[in-house]
Every structure is written in C-alpha cells, then in structure tokens.
C-alpha cells in the first residue's frame, strides 16, 4: 500500500484533465475534482492534485453476523462472517435502508479503527472463516478492502464483497474482484429508468461486471434484489431479469428476492408483501435459476436450497438458521450425486442467527 498517515491515503485510479481538474476513474460516476473537494462518494478527495481515500483504516463498526446475511446461500453456510463498512456510497439510493452509514458526512460515524493485520487476527479468533466489505459499498474504499484481504488471505480466511457492482473496468474493477473470493451484487432492478431516477446510478454497468465475474473471474456470487412495490415488481420486469441472468450468467446464479420497508427517502411505499417475493421466485425459477430464494421473511420453502436434478431438499433454511443438511463434502447431493453450485468445505457451520457486535480495539497486537 502507497505511504498514508492516520485515514487518509493515496490512491491508483485517476487522471489528470486539460482544465486543470482531477478524475477519479474508479466507479462510474468519474468524479471531475478540483483542489479541495470531495467526490458523491464523500471519502474520496483531490488533495495535493490526486484522488486521495479519506477512510483508510477506519470503520462505522464490526459484527459477527451468518454468511447467509449478506446474503449467500451457497458460500460456506451456517459459517459466522466477520462483517464491516466504513462511510459514504456512490449511489444515491432513495430507499437506501443503511442510510446512517451509506449517506454519512460524520467523520464520528466511523468510531472504530483497524489497519488490515488485526482485522485478520480477529478474524481468525473469532473463529470466522471470511470477511465481508459491506453495510456501505466497498467499491469506494477499494484500497483500503484490497488489503484487508491480501491480510485475510495471508491467515486462511477469504474475503467477500457486498457491492453494487458500480466499478470501472480496466483497472479498478480487475484490481478489486481479484482480491476477492465470494460477493454479492445488489441488481437492484432491470431498468435504466429505476437506477436514474430512484438510485442517481445507471444499469449497464452493473450488468457489464456481472459479465466480467462470471466469465474472467472464479469469484462465487450471487445476486440480490429488493422489491419495492410499484418499482421494480412487476410480472414482466422479473422475467426479463431472470431471462436475462440464465442467458447471459448461466443457471447456477443464485438470486435473492428481499423485501423491502419504508425507509430513507422512501417513506411513502408499503412495505413488500410476502406474495410477491413468492411470484418472483416462481419467475425465476420458471425461466431456469436454478436457486432462487426469498429473503426478510420467515419462508422455509423459499429460504431452502434444492437439489435441481432431484429436487432432495438439500439444505433447509428458515431466515438465517439451517436445520438440515444433505451435501456430501464436496456439494453433491446426498441422493442423486449431483453437484450443487456453490463454495461448500466440508459439512454446514452451526453459526445460527445470531449477530455478535465486536471492538478492534481488543485485537491489536
């Protein structure tokens, strides 16, 4: 990592324009800076002539939360995941439910301090087999996230991303993904229309690292969608998504249909009925995802893994608790041999549901 001193640090993914303005060339937006100010994104900054990160080393908090949080069903289930997030976002969702973290301009927001080795450590003694960047998008603390895992890697323990998925290619989007080992993207709709007007952020994008992840990558990932009411819900909207994730990603990509409640910006939609997390699943699984799953609610059927070939139940969810288990030791199905897609090192963990606030401060060395 290039020299720092407390949070702030220099940075790769920027260029210098003919009117004197500096750009960041990390995610879309391609913030055109001068001397002083920060970019959407609020942690990235041209000082000194260069794109610089604010946050290096500083969190809004850690916790020990089940991987099937995040959520992924299939990267290492029931195993407990050292979760964490700094400040700030580049998208400007309107329904943003983490807005205190996301859209804080509170340099008290981020109250916990860790520099790569000890997350690493407390990992490790925690027991937790990964780490995930999350709560705010980790696209905009790139240096800081790469690493923390390089950390990670160095001790066993893999790393995940939850992202939007709204990063440049050709440098930072290879950079980033490569330091990871599992991620979720937030798809949060198919319309270029609801990612302009409700998440000030376009689809294409998106769309072009889902591409990149699944072909030039072995990055597990799964998919997430939050259905708002009158939004992104409709019959045809979720089959021209999931038509599109089994055309272009294949049928093995899980995705996850989440419910959604009034927050932020969003105060005046009602919150998602279960039924319809229903139908999407039934959307999908119609058009050929092969693991579709719902996710908010209390929903064994729609929580659970089945096989495709068989349809065994091959691991049986109710929100974050797994209550049953029919893998082999590689992810075949105890009764027909077929593989199940996904990350599966031996049996299931027994994490459970619970959520486990830690302070880094307890592991420094």
Known sequence: MNSHSDSTVTTRHWHRLDDGRIQCDVCPRLCKLHEGQRGFCFVRSCQNEQIVLTTYGRSSGFCVDPVEKKPLNHFLPGTPILSFG??????????????????????????????PVTIAQAAQQLNCRSVAFTYNDPVIFLEYAIDVAAACHEVGV????????????????EEFFAAMNGANIDLKAFTERFY??????????????????????DVW????????????????????????????????????FTAFHPDFRMQNKPHTPPATLTRA??????????????GNVHDADGGSTCCHACDERLIERDWYVLSSWR??????????????????????GNWGARRWPVRLSEFRP
């Open 281 to 294: 699943r039934e959307i999908a699984i119609r058009n050929g995802v092969r693991y579709a799953y719902t």
């Open 327 to 348: 893998l082999t030791e590689d992810g075949r199905c105890q009764s027909c041999g077929e593989l199940c897609a996904g990350l599966f090192d031996g049996g299931p």
């Open 86 to 115: 700094t400040a700030g976002c580049n998208l400007g969702c309107k329904f943003c439910q983490n807005w205190d973290i996301s859209k804080s301009r509170e340099i008290n927001t981020l109250a916990d301090q860790a520099d």
């Open 158 to 173: 893999r790393t995940v991303a939850v992202t939007a998925g709204e990063i440049c290619g050709s440098g930072p989007r």
């Open 221 to 256: 990932f799964e998919l997430t969608t939050l259905l708002i009411p009158g939004e992104n819900d409709s019959d045809a909207e979720l089959d021209e998504m999931t038509g599109w994730v089994v055309s272009e990603l294949g049928p093995d990509i899980p995705m996850h």
């Open 196 to 217: 302009r007007d409700v998440c000030s952020s376009h689809l294409q994008p998106v769309l072009e690292t889902l591409q990149y992840l699944r072909y030039e990558t």
